[in-house]
């Protein structure tokens, strides 16, 4: 029996909450009803509507005329379409999801109304990582009315049968996403007829995936047409029904379910006011009060804030070295690099803790969320210039286009309040490029094995703390401390820090790493393996991710974590989308895993095609990870044969087309590989897709130099007009980008090339001075290496010459 409006508002969370709306649902928006649209446009083009359906009607239309008089003739039909009456209240709660089959904009007008952010996904060209984890997520199944392909757009309206096949791979990774939101929370379907054939699709889907899922979610159905004899049909599947309009439903839940408008503390300094920095922030003086984790740090997690508070940590140089340089006048911003294992985010915190006992008010970046810049620069302008911020970002490196608008924003705006500690590994930070303005109001400074002074350090700790001292004594019981401090000096010399577990033992760090890992059962080894290589691969693995990948019982993960406690570790990442992280102790330790365990490069492989296959797009944290499968160092870089890195570069780009960074290396690959023609063609599809490009119009200077040296066949004047062109290329970028070392880089590689192939010098000359215009505007110490390196090349070439 159908229940009461009021019954069924009394029922919802709307945290557990999702909605899935049909065309009804913006009626009283002044949206006409799908019969009402199909009869238009049977009037406008001059078809006979019959019993047609609107897939079926606007297929024909688009066979006798241009696809953009059915579109154009859509909008107009819609152009009325305003929220008003409930769909105003929507925006005043944080839904799970927002699912629609609409065209209009009715749920987006009503949050830009109420000012809250909205991520909209139209296309498989919206999976990215740009949504605020405060940002309500909005999937718009069938696409929406201002974009489509017909007029130049990745993304299409969904109204033709040809259209509901074409775009079937996006419909299906929405409904995968369905699938998972549907683990935790109930499902309200809301604005369609009993009677709509739109309805059993959805309805019959939805408890598919319930039932796939073993989700124990409740289905409601939010009818505006009372039916009661359908509605038996639909309850005797497990669906609830309810009788109502999208008003009176809006009205009911406001006296049951209270809105989530921000009530700020009255305390100017907090961070709550601002609800995008909220999610992704770590507030050092409430990690300082938290438990402190000794053993989790002795066996190679990176010291907590709690852990230094209770000095659980010993005294690193470059602390102290930075640390009397942060003040009014001093640099902005703090880099410290070094390679994997060396200390830095522990000797990071340190810094932040030392400066937060000054007064600062000190946080820290949450890694698995994108940095928000425009947010922390109003946070700064806030205060005034007495109250100083600071924030740490670990593994800066991953976020450094951000980092560098902030930076600019920083030196542009004149703010002195706001100081970033940045920290990443060398080799993933050197090859970037940075902002100007990192190099003039920034210090950099580079860690690496302790020093005499810090090993005495270390040895006090050890020392006067009887729970360390416990831990290491295995190791070095019976020593005196000047034998204890020998062998320390030996090991700190021959070895990375990593952990004080490496540091004390009398075995190889390898083998400490292996024998725990032969401890373990054989489900439990299969498991950490693949977090580790995942992990030691860029992927940014979570409880969902592994779900899917080894087919592992929910209700099993408990146990598993638990017999791989203080190997593995899940931590929150967004409660609210249900994802959970998995992390191992240390970077170098899944490092050594992955190593001995997936020795096998074919293996290695075909692992990355698992994981290609079984990312969601939709999730943010996904799409990170195949981000980080490209990184320059590691990932699918680790694969040799660049025909199979390829082959993994084109899923990516199939399963997030709107990612650019797999398209960059895909180009690369094939300009290297000599496949020129391949390689024009994926330039053109990414200029279509994406227009200008700083990396694109790069590899159109590269495939030139390659193509004049390269293919064979070619007259010398025609291997001279095609480096003439690059040449005007290079220099057009030069101007844009002149501060870009690879643009820079670019136009030497044309002038070497020109010198080579003919003996003129005008392009190198011309290039060698922009270069080094750039080193002494920018202070990159890169490009100074790039001047040695050109220089160099001329000089080898002169000597020929002379």
Not at 162 to 183: A, C, P
Request: hydrophobic share 35%; proline share 3%.
């Amino acid at each position: 029996m159908p229940v009461e409006i009021d019954t069924l508002a009394s029922r919802i969370e709307p945290e557990k909450s999702i909605l899935f709306f049909g065309a009804g649902a913006s009626i009283p928006s002044n949206a006409p009803s799908v019969s009402k649209l199909i009869s238009a446009l049977s009037k406008k083009f001059g078809i006979d509507s019959s019993d047609y359906e609107l897939s079926e009607i606007t297929e024909f239309i688009c066979e006798d005329h241009d696809r953009r008089d059915l579109i154009r003739f859509l909008r107009e039909s819609l152009k009325n379409v305003r929220p008003s009456g409930g769909m105003l209240n929507l925006p005043l709660y944080n839904w799970k999801s927002i699912y629609t089959t609409n065209y209009d904009n009715v749920v987006e007008e009503s949050y830009r109304r109420k000012g809250k952010d909205l991520k909209v996904y139209t296309s498989n060209f919206d999976f990215d990582a740009t949504a605020a984890p405060s940002s309500q997520k909005l999937f718009k199944i069938h696409g929406t009315l201002e974009k489509d392909k017909s007029f130049g757009d990745a993304s299409k309206i969904v109204i033709t049968e040809s259209d509901y096949q074409d775009t079937e791979e996006y419909r299906d990774y929405i409904y995968d996403r369905l699938k998972s939101d549907l683990s935790d929370s109930h499902l309200i379907i809301i604005g369609y007829s009993l009677s709509d054939p739109a309805i059993k699709e959805i309805v019959e889907r939805a408890l598919r995936i319930k039932k796939e899922s073993a989700s124990i979610c409740k289905i409601y159905l939010f009818m505006f047409k009372e039916d009661n004899n359908r509605a038996r049909m639909l309850e005797s599947k497990g669906v609830t029904v309810c009788f109502g309009g999208i008003d009176s439903f809006f009205n009911s839940l406001s006296r049951y379910a209270p809105d989530t408008d921000v009530v700020y503390s009255t305390d100017s300094s907090t961070i709550e006011k601002y609800p995008d920095l909220v999610p992704v922030t770590f507030v050092v003086e409430n990690l300082i009060n938290s438990d402190s984790n000794v053993s989790a740090m002795y066996n190679g997690s990176a010291a907590t804030y709690a852990d230094i508070s209770s000095k659980m940590t010993f005294e690193r140089t470059i602390v102290d070295l930075l640390g009397e340089k942060v003040n009014g006048e001093g640099p902005r911003f703090y880099t410290i690099l070094g390679a994997s294992g060396v200390g830095k985010t522990t000797a990071a915190r340190q810094l932040v803790k030392s400066l937060y006992d000054r007064g600062f008010d000190c946080f820290e970046h949450n890694s698995d969320y994108d940095f928000n810049p425009d947010a922390w620069l109003a946070y700064a302008k806030s205060h005034g210039d007495d109250r100083k911020t600071v924030v740490f970002v670990d593994d800066a490196h991953s976020y450094l286009n951000k980092v560098n608008i902030l930076a600019d924003r920083i030196a542009v705006d004149g703010v002195k309040n706001l100081y970033l500690i940045l920290a990443s590994v060398t080799n993933q930070w050197l090859p970037r490029v940075k902002s100007p303005s990192i190099f003039r109001l920034g210090i950099e400074k580079r860690l690496e094995r302790l020093d005499r002074k810090e090993i005495e350090s270390l040895i006090s700790l050890v020392e006067s703390n009887s729970e360390l001292n416990r831990l290491a004594e295995e190791s070095f019981s019976g020593f005196s401390r000047y034998e204890r401090r020998r062998r320390l000096v030996d090991r700190c010399d021959s070895d990375m820090f990593v952990c004080l577990k490496n540091i004390f033992a009398s075995e190889k760090f390898d083998d400490i790493i292996l024998r725990e890992y032969s401890e373990l059962d054989d489900n439990s080894q299969e498991i950490y393996r693949l977090v580790a290589a995942m992990e030691n691969a860029g992927v940014r693995v979570h409880r969902q991710l592994v779900i899917r990948m080894l087919n592992v019982d929910p209700s099993m993960i408990p146990v598993v974590l638990a017999k791989l406690t203080d190997i593995v570790t899940e931590y929150t990442v967004s409660e609210r989308e249900g994802i959970y992280g998995w992390k191992g102790r240390h970077s170098i330790i899944v490092g050594i895993i992955a190593k001995y365990k997936f020795d096998d490069k074919e293996e290695l492989y075909k692992l990355f095609e698992s994981v290609i296959d079984a990312i969601s797009p939709t999730y943010e944290i996904e799409i990170r990870s195949i981000r980080e499968l490209c990184s320059v160092d590691g990932g699918i870089h680790s694969i040799p044969d660049k025909g199979k890195r390829n082959h993994i570069l084109r899923r990516m780009m199939s399963v997030a087309p709107g990612e650019r960074l797999p398209r960059h290396r895909l180009i690369r690959n094939l300009i290297e590989m000599g496949e020129f023609d391949k390689a024009e063609t994926e330039i053109r599809i990414f200029e279509k897709d994406f227009r200008r490009d700083p990396s694109v119009e790069r590899y159109k200077v590269k495939l030139m130099v390659e193509r004049a040296q390269k293919t064979n066949g070619l007259m010398l004047e025609d291997r001279r007009v095609i480096l003439q062109h690059a040449s005007e290329l290079a220099e057009t970028l030069v101007e844009r980008y002149s501060d870009n070392k690879y643009v820079l880089s670019s136009f030497c590689d044309v002038g070497i090339a020109m010198c080579e192939l003919s003996g003129c010098f005008e392009i190198i000359d011309r290039s060698l001075e922009k270069l080094k215009e750039a080193e002494t505007r920018v202070g990159d110490p890169d490009i100074s290496r790039y001047v040695i390196k050109y220089e160099r090349k001329l000089a080898s070439l002169l000597d020929l010459k002379a």
